[in-house]
């Protein structure tokens, strides 16, 4: 076994994943991951194939690829170094087509038109909820006389009020009327809409912030199959194995200031916050292999 080989392995088991687990992430067959850790590349299918397998079992196991071969260089026959064109994704990444590339750009659009026209909507409805009724109608208790909120010098008016200002000069033991007091309107306050944002990116490690929410239901599924490994602020492993096609794994987080999703398959990876799906602030065409960092306020 070479020292490539040795160091390959040692990650591998340092990260807890059998030969069984590291074929299924990287789709590489289990005899060509075994030949890279005894450094027999002659077994490969191709020559072209040796730099390639290297690369995609470094990323799954978190080392950096051209680190890697800069420090074994010697290990690895120069012919594939100088000459492997960048094959390391050729079986575990889906082309685009360019009907999915233009909805994928028009989608942000799209998000941002609905969120304009629900905010519209919003202020309408408050508009019509908080804005005064009409004048009622009040009835005089001493006269009976029905006031419909006419002016004064109505002609509607004139006959009453001349009756009613008769009536109340000449009866002096009228008492005058309660104040009749007013309520006041409850303004209820909207509840605050759940955000997502992100704050920062580095390398294949992206950041979100997720605030106004009560609760943090984390949903991870799958498009195909994924390998996931989810911690805690503190380093504690909630979830950490295969999900397959159709199925995903829902996780209460409302407890934890923090949650780190580490996927292997990004672009068959599918992460929900409460429901709200997580936009990949790196694209998974570009970064299959990302650490996506949730930090929850809960609101109060």
Partial sequence: MTELGNRLKEAREEKGLSLDDLQEVTKIQKRYLVGIEEGNYS??????????????????????????????????????HDELPELSRVQSRRTLSPTTSKAMELFPKILGLLFFVGIIVLLYFLYLKFTPN???NVVDDSTGVV???????????????????????????????????????????????????????????????????????????????????VKNGSGQTLFNGLIKSGEAKEIDATNESEVVIRTGRAYETEIFANDQKVEYAISPTEKDVQNVTIQFTKAE
């Fill in 134 to 136: 009409e004048k009622p």
């Fill in 147 to 229: 006031d419909h909120g006419q002016p004064d010098n109505s002609p509607l008016n004139k006959g009453s009020n001349t009756d009613v200002n008769e009536n109340k000069s000449t009866d002096k033991t009228d008492k005058s009327k309660d104040d009749v007091p007013v309520k006041e309107k409850v303004v209820e306050e909207a509840a605050p809409t759940q955000e997502l944002a992100i704050i920062s990116t580095s390398g294949s490690n992206s950041t979100y912030a997720l605030k106004n929410a009560a609760t943090f239901k984390l949903k991870v599924a799958s498009t195909g199959e994924a390998w996931v490994k």
């Fill in 43 to 80: 077994m490969m299918p191709g020559q072209f194939y040796v730099r390639a397998f290297i690369k995609q079992y470094c990323e799954a196991v978190e080392l950096e690829p051209e680190e890697i071969f800069d420090q074994y260089k010697n290990e690895v026959p120069a012919i594939y």
